[in-house]
């Protein structure tokens, strides 16, 4: 079982910036992928961004060039930096790995 507290959800104007942290429960953070997804209301949960163990990404297209996953393994954490937001980024974020979901942290951005 593994465990994925995610933190650093809240409120934010279109064009602000918010820095989402997840600290996964596994002394096998550093082998594994970690994976942002999100859901907007009354639509299905989206990958947002993947990274691997060796550091590679991948960002959904709606996303790329504004989103940055990165993490510390030495902190155990991944983080989502999500810069330029906008009203439409607006959904619950969930962070995974492992086939394991946390329990999700709601981004508002306000128009």
């Known amino acids: 079982q593994v465990q994925l507290v995610e933190s650093g959800g809240g409120l934010v104007q279109a064009g602000g910036s918010l820095r989402l942290s997840c600290a996964p429960s596994t002394s096998i953070f550093r082998i594994t992928a970690m994976a942002w997804y999100r859901q907007a209301p009354g639509k299905q949960r989206e990958l947002v961004a993947r990274i691997t163990s060796g550091h590679n990404t991948n960002y959904a297209d709606s996303v790329k060039g504004r989103f940055t996953i990165s993490r510390d393994n030495a902190k155990n954490t991944v983080y989502l930096q999500m810069n330029s937001l906008k009203p439409e980024d607006t959904a619950v974020y969930y962070c995974?790995?492992?086939?394991?979901w946390g329990q999700g942290t709601l981004v508002t951005v306000s128009s």
């Open positions: 995974n790995t492992l086939g394991f």
